[in-house]
């Protein structure tokens, strides 16, 4: 489909519908409303205007008073402020509603990367061989993560699913009404959720979009093929097992999660045989299903207690697929196979998902398990662990693994609640595994890798949590994530890899390795050009190793939604590593907000999901083939990452960054949201230190300030460079060229389309951070001229409309509430250093930066 007829849908059903179904609040019998849905579109255009000529937002927002809204008393301007942000907190919602009701119109569902395009050449022999085997030995994993990026509670994210619906069937009266409980429902959690609480929330995308469209996908490639595949798309699930960094996650938590999990997954289960049960009415196939069915009703109720049921439970799934199997075999025996399709397709599920649903990682921060492996040194080996050099370590551990009895020393850990967790999270894997198979926990993650011995001592740990050395049915993912760790993960693999104690682990799981690398914590430390860069050099660094090495290498990305955290167009990155670096896995984490932008309906899920599965496999069936990044190119790649990495060092390393951080952007206020479980900063007490920024909270409060620096911070520098070195027609070869320095310029546009410094153009003067201002002002200048020059475009993404035009009707819906969020913080500057926090005035500013801090996440969609 061309862009054009995508322009037009997207103006017909988002933009001018937006501003018709926009006009509906006014007519809700809320007290104020008609004032303030009158007031606020004079409010942004004076927002516009008035920025546009260098006033700040308390200048504006007394205009605004003084002009407009002719209110001169404190408590009445307090509620109108608030009373425009709860009206944009809706238009926001209202205009989600839109995009996703408008997504099969504005999408093209039938573009490269879709299964339906995909499969079109199929009548070609060669290429019908060439998916057939790459199917077997294929999959996507896509993990599911709960981090402080979701800002819509649950009841509101329900009322934009049955908005969508209404507005997809125009149904002008449903959508007044849901915009009437729009209006009564409370955008704001009443207290910070429970990890359990946002695996829950996770759970309903799992049953409402994931499940059927996995399903689906299963099921129309095995019947394309004729031929059972292995589960082609995987779920993986961080909420109850990611414990870094979150003390409220424990291993009960972690067992709760993996029971509600196998609960959800036999109720999907016990619908689709109750569907069965509709449609094969023949004799002796009820009562076969109806055994079916109670023996997963009693499989649910063992989960909750052991007491005797009716029926015998299902031990595993595999006993459960072979009843499915067996009705199967019945149909095309006794009724010509009727119906067979149905079955095969609960089948299809059977398999994708087992009694797991999805796959639990549990994921630990490096130095905990070091410290906790110094009390297990001393205790059995009477040894200072912690100052020992590389090689002392990892002998000192093959020397502990051979001791029997690892898990005698209970008191290295138990006074610790910390360590103790770390053993009970191991256990607690070994539990799961036994009751939900072993695919459902079977992975531990250590963050913040630097060494081979961090990697060992999760052996040692498993050890002393009960596992038996030759059956330790863990696979151990080290995740990279500074830009140093990132340049020497492959020596830390080799290392590991001719390590007989490790090696030897590895023969049990099939000399399969999975390595994970992080580009938020990547970007927060390098910048976004070098984290993106050196992650690509880390992958085909330790490709090469483990090829080399026969072993099966598989890299799991730690991505956001922003790409400054490594969202943005996420299949494209993948589909540009065709030629450069194997892909049997695609395996990439889904965080907080994208869950529900990209997967929070069937249509957006199929989409997004098989643009995903497809990105690996295009490259090597594809006919046409994108070249190859020749030495030269390389080199130069090189050199921008450099420039790049030197530029935003630069930055980092100034006096005033973190000063920046804390007095201008409302970063210290993420802490007070109910958002998340997780803690904000590493050290909730003591100054600001950049290494204490988590990479969150750190993009966010850019975003907040539409500044974005993360996204973009030396790009324009690093081509100035280049360009006055001469290398501009290179650099619009490579681009033209390469898919993945493309997709890393148009990925950075949509940062710099978010940002305004309009908004903090009052800080040019500033007496501390005028300076300071400016130098992130002009990078972004330089930036956007030179994208423009590099990719020939007359604006920042003239290549994808839609996107634009999207980001820019969400930039004007914010415009307001930005403008409210930065005149409060200034106000509340303004009290604190008066020494002023007791008044009523401090506690109205401090409560409309924290509601505005939300709306303006989710108006932007995946800035954090």
Request: aromatic share 10%; glycine share 4%; with cysteine.
């Amino acid at each position: 489909m061309e862009q054009g007829h995508l322009v037009m849908a997207f103006e017909d059903l988002v933009a001018i519908k937006y501003q018709l179904y926009n006009s509906l609040f006014l007519t809700l019998p809320f007290k104020n409303l008609t004032d303030v849905g009158v007031e606020l579109p004079l409010f942004t255009e004076l927002c516009r205007s008035a920025l546009a000529q260098g006033q700040n937002p308390s200048q504006i927002i007394a205009q605004f008073f003084h002009d407009i809204a002719h209110c001169t008393d404190f408590n009445a301007q307090a509620k109108i402020l608030f009373l425009m942000l709860q009206f944009v907190e809706r238009q926001v919602v209202l205009f989600d509603a839109l995009e996703e009701a408008a997504f099969a119109k504005t999408n093209d569902l039938s573009a490269i990367g879709t299964l339906t395009e995909f499969l079109k050449p199929l009548n070609n022999e060669s290429y019908y061989q060439k998916v057939y085997h790459l199917l077997h030995d294929y999959c996507i994993r896509i993990v599911l993560t709960a981090h402080p990026t979701q800002f819509y509670p649950m009841q509101v994210l329900g009322i934009i699913e049955d908005l969508t619906h209404a507005i997809q069937a125009n149904q002008l009266k449903e959508i007044r009404l849901l915009l009437l409980q729009l209006g009564k429902t409370s955008f704001k959690n009443p207290k910070k959720p429970t990890p359990f609480d946002e695996a829950n929330i996770l759970m309903h995308y799992l049953e409402a979009s994931f499940y059927p469209v996995i399903k689906e996908l299963q099921h129309k490639l095995e019947k394309t093929f004729q031929s059972p595949l292995p589960c082609l798309v995987q779920l993986g699930f961080w909420s109850g097992g990611d414990r870094d960094g979150n003390p409220n996650v424990t291993a009960e938590i972690t067992i709760k999660v993996a029971k509600k999990l196998k609960f959800s997954i036999l109720k999907r289960y016990i619908r689709e045989v109750r569907a069965l049960k509709r449609r094969l009415t023949f004799q002796k196939m009820w009562p076969t299903l109806d055994l079916i069915k109670n023996k997963l009703l009693a499989t649910q109720i063992h989960l909750r207690s052991f007491s005797p049921t009716q029926y015998p439970p299902y031990s595993c799934a595999a006993e459960f697929i072979a009843d499915l199997e067996d009705v199967k075999n019945q149909l095309i025996q006794s009724q010509n196979g009727l119906f067979v399709e149905q079955v095969e397709s609960v089948l299809c599920a059977v398999r994708c998902f087992g009694f797991h649903f999805a796959s639990i990682d549990v994921r630990q921060n490096s130095r905990v398990h070091t410290a906790l492996l110094q009390n297990i040194m001393n205790y059995h080996l009477n040894l200072n662990y912690s100052p020992l050099t590389e090689p002392e370590k990892c002998h000192a551990l093959n020397t502990l693994f051979k001791i029997p009895a690892l898990n005698n020393a209970s008191s290295c850990w138990q006074s610790d609640a910390l360590f103790d967790d770390v053993i009970q999270s191991l256990k607690a894997m070994r539990f799961i595994q036994q009751e939900n198979g072993e695919t459902a926990a079977n992975r531990y993650i250590i963050s913040n890798t630097q060494s081979a011995s961090q990697i060992l001592e999760i052996l040692i740990l498993a050890r002393c949590a009960g596992w038996e050395p030759h059956a330790m049915s863990i696979d151990i993912v080290p995740l990279f994530e500074t830009i140093p760790d990132l340049e020497n993960a492959a020596k830390v693999m080799e290392i590991l890899y001719r390590t007989p104690l490790y090696y030897a682990h590895l023969q049990q799981r099939g000399l399969r390795q999975t390595v994970m690398l992080g580009f938020s914590d990547g970007t927060k430390d390098g910048g976004y050009i070098t984290a993106n860069w050196k992650i690509f050099c880390c992958k085909q660094a330790i490709f090469n190793l483990s090829k080399k090495m026969g072993i099966y290498v598989y890299f799991f990305d730690g991505r956001g939604g922003p790409p400054a955290r490594g969202g943005g167009n996420t299949h494209l990155f993948y589909r540009a590593m065709e030629g450069m670096i194997e892909q049997q896995q695609i395996q990439l984490t889904i965080q907080g907000q994208t869950v529900s932008s990209k997967f929070g309906s069937t249509v957006s899920a199929k989409y997004n999901i098989e643009q995903l599965f497809t990105s690996g496999l295009l490259g090597p069936v594809s006919l046409t083939k994108f070249p190859r990044l020749t030495a030269p190119q390389y080199a130069l790649l090189e050199r921008f990452s450099a420039l790049a990495y030197d530029c935003y060092q630069q930055l980092k390393n100034h006096p005033l960054f973190t000063a920046y951080l804390e007095t201008i952007t409302p970063l210290n206020y993420f802490g007070d949201l109910n958002i998340a479980s997780r803690p904000p900063r590493r050290k909730s007490a003591g100054p600001l230190h950049f290494e204490d920024l988590r990479a969150i909270p750190f993009v966010s409060a850019w975003s907040q300030i539409k500044q974005n620096i993360p996204g973009f911070y030396g790009l324009g520098s690093a081509l100035q460079t280049l360009v006055a070195e001469g290398e501009e027609p290179a650099l619009q070869q490579l681009y033209r060229d390469s898919l993945f320095f493309r997709t890393l310029l148009e990925n950075a546009m949509q940062s710099l389309l978010k940002s305004n410094f309009q908004l903090t153009a009052y800080l040019a003067h500033h007496p501390i951070f005028g300076d300071f201002w400016h130098l992130l002002q002009q990078e972004a200048i330089r930036s956007t001229d030179l994208l423009k020059k590099i990719s020939g475009q007359k604006a920042l993404l003239e290549c994808n409309p839609v996107i634009r035009d999207s980001i820019h009707i969400r930039e004007h819906l914010v415009l307001p509430l930005l403008v409210i969020q930065q005149h409060a913080l200034l106000q509340l500057q303004i009290l604190e250093k008066k020494n002023n926090k007791a008044c009523v005035e401090y506690k109205t500013y401090y409560n409309l930066v924290l509601k505005s801090l939300a709306a303006n996440i989710n108006a932007s969609r995946n800035s954090a």
